[in-house]
């Protein structure tokens, strides 16, 4: 299972830090990653991070968040700097198995979801 927090208010150019813990044995040695939807748009890719550590960012995403494994409380933290309200949605925590194929911008090719962390941005 995964379990997203850390979401929150804050004000634009703020940070925040996403928090995803992941129960169960093997689950770091997944490619993992967060999604994000906003009110009345699809599910779109943020960040993934494979078994080996490699990262993949949206184009909106890169030089902003960091995606990052913490191996001591088996959980993925997305750090999410300089925020913008168009960063305002939930940020649902995702996982599937090492190795899948598939595009990690299609939502369907991962199959564990967490629940969603509302993260909203004022201006």
């Known amino acids: 299972q995964l379990q997203a927090s850390g979401g929150g208010l804050v004000q634009a150019g703020g940070s925040l830090t996403l928090s995803c813990a992941a129960s169960g044995r093997g689950f770091l040695m997944n490619a993992m990653g967060w999604y994000r939807q906003a009110p009345g748009k699809q599910r779109e890719l943020v960040a993934t991070?494979?078994?080996?550590?490699?990262?993949n960012y949206a184009d909106y995403a890169k030089g902003r968040f960091i995606i990052a494994k913490n191996k001591s409380s088996n959980a993925v933290t997305l750090q999410m700097n300089s925020l913008k309200p168009e960063d305002t949605a939930v940020y649902y925590c995702v996982t599937r198995r090492a190795g899948a194929s598939g595009s990690i911008y299609v939502p369907a090719n991962f199959p564990s979801w967490g629940q969603g962390t509302q993260v909203t941005v004022s201006s």
């Open positions: 991070i494979n078994r080996g550590g490699d990262t």
